[in-house]
């Protein structure tokens, strides 16, 4: 059962760093939501995946994945919470660059062409990495129904996703550790 006040109190515990950083998006930030702190713990990996089972529209979603490697652990725990529910879920892995060899894929795992997907992801800011796996899920040839995270910055992500006609939700917001956003 999803706790959300245990994964909170998890992210405070593990995961929430504060001094100067250089986020993904290439921000500037005071704080740092590690989420592999959280991914890569089992406690926490359990109480990310059953929230974002939640939040999956599972009568329209066929598969669960996202931009590897920080989607890798959320989009398997999300099908272990499925499969333990009895809701048949596929995964997926979107590489960043293709491997070079083999079949030169961007999408990996067993979803075809015409699937309506779901990308999950642990930290958004800006959004860019999960728009990076739209649009790789979009040229093979997948509907993106919906982008899900565990945490929101509330820094941009929500309105860029917006702008893709893109439905957004998040198991919480840095709201939630009494940090207030900058103005979007």
Do not use: W
């Amino acid at each position: 059962m999803y706790d959300r006040s245990a994964l909170i109190q998890l992210f405070r515990d593990r995961a929430l760093k504060f001094g100067d950083f250089t986020l993904a998006s290439g921000k500037k930030a005071k704080y740092y939501l590690d989420g592999k702190q959280i991914t890569l713990h089992a406690r926490g990996l359990q109480l990310v995946s059953e929230g974002l089972l939640q939040l999956i529209d599972t009568n329209a979603v066929q598969a669960v994945g996202g931009m590897s490697i920080g989607a890798d652990p959320i989009a398997a725990g999300v099908l272990c919470a499925a499969a333990s529910q009895g809701t048949d879920l596929l995964g997926f892995l979107v590489r960043k660059e293709s491997k070079g060899h083999g079949t030169n894929k961007y999408v990996e795992g067993p979803i075809d062409a015409g699937m309506k997907v779901a990308i999950v992801e642990d930290v958004v800011t800006t959004g860019g990495s999960s728009l990076l796996a739209v649009e790789r899920l979009r040229d093979f040839g997948c509907e993106v129904v919906q982008v899900l995270a565990i945490i929101d910055r509330m820094e941009g992500g929500r309105a860029n996703f917006e702008k893709e006609g893109l439905k957004f939700e998040s198991l919480l917001t840095i709201e939630d550790f009494g940090i207030t956003p900058p103005a979007e």
